[in-house]
């Protein structure tokens, strides 16, 4: 019992020496990606791309174990601009049709990463979106008559409009990948280039809907007022 205890104290002393040693950080990202639809309870549908991006926030605390390996436990807040497409055709496949969602979403998420020498970050970010509003896309590429005519129609979608035609209370649970590469690094900031990878859980309407990878690069910023090191 003696050497338990013993080995428990070791721990909480090392974990508590190792935090003290950080500092707060924060710092914005900006993502610019593309996002392909993945149709969920819709055999006619198929992938189709379309372009996404945002603003992020991160609010944590980061540490260094050693001279390699440290670690960051941040909030990820922000702004999320998401489409949500698919393709599949009709009338004799003739016609192309590309169907979709795109919306305004506050992002609430969890974002821990590993650091490497310094230079090297990867995180691992869980969290939801919740979508403000929106447009319904539309768009028809007919190629029946010999050449290719393309009509498109959106329907503008508020807030009101979202929780009254979809079933999971507009809420978008989704997972993050993301790898950076520190380009400049002070004791006060850093900037960073980066890519991300996602998966999103898409709104559900009579049991069918679109999720979406995401994929595309960051720039980020980071400031850490309080750190000592110089």
């Known amino acids: 019992m003696k050497k338990v205890f013993l080995i428990i104290s070791i721990f909480i002393f090392t974990s508590l020496s190792v935090f003290a040693k950080g500092f707060f950080e924060y710092g914005f990202s900006l993502p610019i990606g593309f996002s392909t639809g993945f149709p969920m309870g819709m055999t006619d549908k198929n ?59 506050i992002k609430i998420g969890f974002l821990p990463k590993v ?20 447009t319904l896309y539309s768009r028809a590429l007919d190629g029946s008559a010999g050449a290719l005519v393309s009509t498109t129609t959106t329907t503008r979608l508020f807030l009101r409009d979202l929780q009254n035609n979809y079933s999971t209370l507009s809420v978008i649970p989704y997972i993050r990948l993301t790898f950076d590469y520190t380009m400049f690094n002070t004791a006060k900031s850093s900037a960073d280039l980066g890519l991300y990878l996602g998966y999103d859980i898409g709104l559900r309407e009579a049991g069918s809907g679109i999720d979406s990878v995401d994929f595309g690069f960051q720039l980020s910023l980071r400031f850490r007022p309080y750190n000592k090191e110089q």
Do not use: C, W
């Open 115 to 134: 650091n490497l020498y310094d230079k090297y970050s990867i995180g691992l970010g869980i969290g939801v979106k919740l979508p403000l509003g929106g």
């Open 47 to 105: 992938n189709s791309f379309a372009l996404e991006g945002g603003f992020n926030l991160l609010l944590g605390y980061r540490t260094s174990f050693n001279d390699v390996v440290g670690m960051g436990f941040y909030a990820d807040l922000g702004y999320s601009y998401d489409t949500f497409r698919v393709a599949g055709a009709t009338a004799g496949n003739n016609i192309r049709q590309i169907d979709g969602l795109n919306l305004h979403s």
